[in-house]
């Protein structure tokens, strides 16, 4: 691969993805890109840059991105973000929430269906505490492959024996041939879309629960605090946003302050978060309006 | 130094076992088979289990049964370690009182991982 081509192929990665290559990961790049110009029929890179460079072919460059992408997870991945999910997070908002019954999750980084299928685990494991309300899932992922698994919910031992404590596998898997597949009822409670981070969020709505674990990392800076901006504008006064445990908010974006002892946790740094934890009302949205209205 | 008894019959996975348990700072003992762990677990219960299923003399089915009607016997962790990976034998041993599962093969990512999870370390 020509000096050129690593080049285009970074800041085609960068423009499409967000995703912040180095300049000394030729080897990665030719480990990840190398099988998909084969698969298209190509000779090399080079005539894969050449392909991409036309433009035409824009099914070309999402496979790129693909490829590219790093899928790798597992389920209850760190622990911590699910022990707050459990006794943090939703606590807080069965509160919050007492009439409206309503919440909405994000996972912005879905991958294979991990971190959506723990968390909906996590759901039914409180269903006495949430009957009767109406808890949304959505996971999103920029590889429509991972996605296309994540929907199957199928998974290999090596990946149900990591993180995955046997009395939950027993609860809510089944084997299938020499693998095991994740119980209907947990697989309905999410909603798989494609989306980019780097697109418009306001098609999504507001949620209650962003998770954008692990995907930061591969930004630089500037697209780390643009998602970050913009993940604050998609998250209710009162949410939660969870980010993975090499990440940070704190210098990024000020929109959001560390929950206290709780690395990787943060709320909206605003007046108006505040004032609506407390359970939302008729009224509740009006004073908000006025209260940003005057700062 | 918290102690864990290894019970498999095959001398390769015992030793295997051992290098990966050692490391974590486990003081190891070792049986054969389920009528050998018995007898050690009637002399002295160790913080933690380290089990296969198919073992002459003694399963480890029967034994894990015979070692939670003992004396303290519901105290020892117990993890199993076997290639009996289906949803019935794992439902069984749960049922026996199990703490955690692991199919083999296994490496040490998970041995650490399924002790974490029963809070032996």
Redesign the interface.
């Known amino acids: 691969m020509t000096p050129l081509d690593y080049d285009f192929l970074r800041q085609a990665l960068k423009q499409h993805s967000g995703l912040a290559l180095g300049a000394d990961k030729h080897y990665f790049v030719e480990s990840r890109l190398l099988p998909l110009a084969r698969q298209a029929g190509l000779s090399g890179l080079g005539d894969l840059v050449l392909a991409l460079k036309t433009g035409r072919d824009t099914a070309l460059m999402t496979a790129v991105v693909e490829a590219m992408a790093t899928s790798e997870s597992s389920f209850f991945r760190d622990k911590t973000p699910f022990d707050h999910f459990r006794r943090l997070i939703m606590p807080a908002l069965l509160a919050a929430r007492r009439q409206s019954r309503a919440v909405r999750i994000w996972c912005a980084a879905a991958a294979n269906g991990q971190e959506p299928y723990s968390i909906a685990i996590c759901l039914r494991e409180m269903a006495s505490a949430i009957a009767a309300w109406r808890i949304e899932i959505l996971a999103t992922d920029v590889s429509g492959a991972v996605l296309e698994r994540a929907r199957q919910g199928i998974y290999s031992?090596f990946e149900v024996?990591?993180?995955l404590?046997?009395?939950l596998?027993?609860k809510y898997?089944?084997?299938v041939g020499e693998q095991w597949q994740i119980a209907p009822e947990v697989r309905a409670m999410v909603k798989y879309s494609r989306f980019n981070l780097l697109a418009d969020f306001a098609s999504l709505g507001t949620f209650d629960v962003i998770l954008c674990r692990n995907v930061l990392i591969y930004f630089d800076q500037d697209t780390k605090s643009d998602v970050l901006r913009r993940l604050a504008g998609a998250l209710s006064s009162d949410g939660y946003l969870v980010l993975g445990a090499a990440e940070t908010a704190v210098g990024l974006c000020d929109r959001f302050k560390m929950v206290s002892d709780k690395p990787g946790l943060y709320t909206l740094n605003t007046i108006g978060a505040r004032l609506l934890a407390q359970p939302r009302t008729a009224h509740a949205r009006p004073r908000l309006i006025a209260i940003n209205g005057g700062r | 130094m918290k102690t864990c008894l290894i019970v498999d019959d095959s001398g390769i996975i015992r030793k295997v076992a051992r290098r990966i348990l050692e490391s974590l700072e486990f003081q190891i003992l070792e049986a054969e088979n389920g009528e050998q762990a018995f007898e050690t677990c009637q002399r002295e219960l160790p913080d933690a289990i380290l089990l296969d299923w198919n073992m002459p003399k003694m399963d480890g089915y029967d034994f894990l049964r015979a070692l939670r009607r003992l004396p303290g016997g519901e105290r020892p962790k117990v993890v199993f370690c076997t290639t009996e990976n289906d949803v019935a034998h794992i439902a069984r041993a749960l049922q026996a009182g199990a703490n955690e599962y692991i199919m083999k093969p296994f490496d040490k990512d998970i041995v650490e991982e399924k002790f974490q999870e029963v809070g032996l370390i």
């Open positions: 031992q024996h990591r993180g404590p046997i009395k596998l027993v898997f089944t084997r």
